[in-house]
């Protein structure tokens, strides 16, 4: 679906979780509900692995009338 529609898709379910779909231990804070601050850095750091191009966004071109 995120091809289709052109957006980018970076699957970090699968970093956290065990075979059977479960949040791994070592990613869990602990209340059952949030991340641990090691899952955060896996999935900041698999973020900012990815190059993705941007549109043009130069800002400093002005238009002329």
Request: aromatic share 12%.
């Amino acid at each position: 679906l995120a091809q289709r529609r052109g957006f980018y898709y970076i699957d970090m379910y699968s970093l956290v979780t065990n075979e059977e779909g479960y949040l791994r231990k070592e990613y869990a804070a602990g209340d059952g509900f949030h991340l641990s601050r090691e899952a955060y850095v896996l999935l900041t750091d698999a973020v900012r692995s990815q190059t993705v191009p941007m549109p043009d966004t130069d800002t400093t071109r002005s238009e002329q009338p």
